[in-house]
């Protein structure tokens, strides 16, 4: 949870600046020398309309970490970094991308379709809600990172 925590305290940074990041997934995640999860690549998906065919190409693998209103069309916001925080935190305690029985557009599929991974079993169910609101298909319905920080789930981590 202490990973969890600090990706949440680098979302909560980054929205308080009216920044999104767009693109966050596990990869995206760095672990210092002292332990402490920090986000990477932040704001480069503002950029995406820039990047060439191929090298868009060669991130269709995020897309299973990303909010069905993107995969339609939208832009990445601050809900939709929501629903991928979701997602990584699953990731966190799999250990293993989201939706690992599928290729990437099988993966893409599954989440306009409204499926999402189950919980993972070392995940405590307090949590767990919290990231099945993090998960919900329409963006306003996701809770805030403020709201996700004021979660009981992170009181006892130092």
């Known amino acids: 949870m202490r990973w969890i925590l600090d990706i949440a305290n680098g979302l909560f940074y ?3 600046c009216r920044e999104c990041h767009g693109n966050l997934r596990g990869d995206k995640i760095l672990i210092s020398d002292e332990n402490v999860a920090q986000i990477t690549d932040i ?3 503002r950029f995406r309309k820039y990047w ?3 090298s ?3 991130c269709e693998q995020s897309d299973r970490w990303t909010a ?3 995969l339609g069309g939208a832009n990445p916001s601050t809900f939709s970094d ?3 925080f979701g997602l990584v935190c699953i990731e966190i305690f799999t ?3 989201p939706f690992p029985e599928y290729f990437s557009m099988g993966a893409t599929e599954q989440i306009l379709l409204g499926e999402r991974p189950s919980q993972p079993e070392m995940m405590p169910d307090d949590f767990w809600k919290c990231v099945e609101q993090c998960l919900h298909p329409h963006p306003y319905h996701r809770p805030s990172i403020y709201t996700v920080l004021k979660g009981s789930y992170f009181k006892n981590i130092d």
């Open 95 to 97: 250990e293993a991308i």
């Open 56 to 58: 868009v190409r060669g």
């Open 14 to 16: 980054m929205h308080r």
């Open 68 to 70: 069905p209103e993107v």
């Open 43 to 45: 704001g480069m998906s």
């Open 52 to 54: 060439s065919e191929d």
């Open 82 to 84: 929501m629903f991928s």
